[in-house]
């Protein structure tokens, strides 16, 4: 049953023949069942190919976006917002692809190594992240070279790749760092995406005019002044939303440094008092948005970060052993599928009622289980299937796992 929603969607890709279709299946779980590191020599240890066969077939190439979309729409909620995340890989070796120095939130600093910018579908209605395509970005000295800059190369990213996303969602989100007029402008001109976002507590905002035209000579008066954040004009904003937690408020506004007018979700967190603790700026480019939506899909957006923490920590994103650029752009993105499909077979197959809180470290131990179990049974001859053997046998494969139904 977990095979056959693979092979349905592998089966009608263009250009993945027969061996290939049953490789991935056999990779995909061989990235749950691994224990340790996961590289090209635990590879050849723990699978049925050997070690060349691995390293051979991850220079070939495979559609990560396509299949990854198809998982997504068949086990997914239908409402998304498209999240983009650049993260740090810890990577060393002179003739590694892309090596250079990238900032490392974990750490706060530039760091020596890789980066791979990652696009997910957060499914607001299921609040989780399903992996899309990762992208390795080249080495600051390689942009330099083709007078690119970081937040460009982005941009053009995010500007290829958009009619893809568009099937799955009209909606981008981002951190508050892309918040700048290059990528705002080109993405939400050049494609038909509008980007959700934050933008900094001292961000220029100024109310939009409304009053008649006094019929002098020169240019219409368009603003009327300059936005506290701390103290929002009321006659411009409207409650949105409102509880113990948390107020919102809404009202179109130009923001000064986008040179745009936006839809402004302006959340000021509320302590037991009701007394502000802080507020944040959040916005959209899409003026029909609802404040509430703005600050919900932002929200959401954090759920890619737990995508690249359970991809660190149970199916070895940072441990892969080649230098090159196609072995490199596989070994993150099989990384990162792997993790869709475990919550795609053990989570969102589930109805939400029934759904405890997904968890990587449990399905390592779960397939790991059956690995060994599987093994037994090739070397003693035992036939699994026998009546008497069934209740042992899920007893066996479920020792020491924990929050998951199989």
Not at 175 to 197: G, L, P, Q, R, W
Not at 209 to 221: L, S
Not at 317 to 323: F, G, H
Not at 400 to 406: E, Y
Request: aromatic share 14%.
């Amino acid at each position: 049953m977990e095979n056959s929603i693979l092979f349905t969607i592998l089966q009608k890709m263009p250009f993945v023949g027969k061996w290939q279709r049953v490789f991935l299946v056999h990779l995909f779980f061989l990235f749950v069942q691994i224990q340790g590191r996961i590289n090209f020599m635990q590879m050849g240890r723990y699978g049925k190919y050997n070690e060349s066969s691995y390293r051979r077939n991850f220079s070939k190439s495979f559609d990560f976006q396509h299949f990854n979309k198809k998982l997504i729409e068949t086990v997914g909620s239908s409402h998304y917002v498209i999240a983009f995340d650049p993260t740090h890989i810890r990577k060393s070796g002179k003739s590694t692809f892309g090596k250079g120095k990238f900032w490392s939130g974990c750490d706060s600093a530039m760091k020596q190594g890789l980066e791979v910018g990652g696009f997910a579908a957060c499914d607001i209605d299921n609040a989780t992240a399903l992996h899309i395509e990762g992208f390795q970005t080249p080495s600051l000295t390689a942009l330099k070279k083709e007078d690119k800059t970081l937040l460009s190369y982005y941009t053009d990213l995010w500007i290829k790749n958009a009619e893809s996303f568009e099937q799955l969602s009209a909606y981008g989100c981002v951190d508050a760092y892309f918040s700048k007029y290059h990528f705002i402008e080109n993405v939400c001109t050049k494609t038909n995406m509008h980007i959700v976002s934050r933008l900094r507590d001292d961000a220029h905002l100024r109310y939009l005019f409304r009053g008649e035209p006094t019929g002098k000579q020169g240019r219409p008066k368009q603003y009327d002044g300059k936005v506290d954040s701390e103290n929002p004009d009321l006659n411009y904003f409207k409650v949105a939303y409102s509880d113990e937690k948390i107020r919102i408020y809404e009202a179109n506004l130009n923001a000064k440094a986008l040179k745009r007018t936006i839809k402004l979700a302006l959340t000021q967190f509320l302590d037991e008092k009701g007394k502000v603790l802080r507020t944040k700026l959040y916005f959209c480019t899409d003026l029909s948005l609802p404040a509430w939506y703005i600050v919900k899909y932002y929200q959401n957006r954090f759920q890619i970060e737990f995508l690249y923490r359970d991809a660190n920590q149970f199916t070895g994103l940072e441990q892969c052993q080649a230098r090159d650029k196609e072995k490199l752009y596989f070994h993150f993105n099989i990384s990162l599928t792997t993790v869709s499909i475990m919550k795609a077979l053990h989570h969102l197959n589930l109805p939400k009622e029934d759904r405890k809180s997904f968890s990587m470290a449990s399905l390592k131990v779960l397939y790991n289980n059956e690995l060994l179990l599987n093994m037994f049974f090739d070397a003693f001859g035992i036939n699994p299937k026998q009546h008497i053997n069934n209740p042992k046998l899920n007893q066996i494969r479920n020792f020491g796992v924990l929050n998951v139904k199989t």
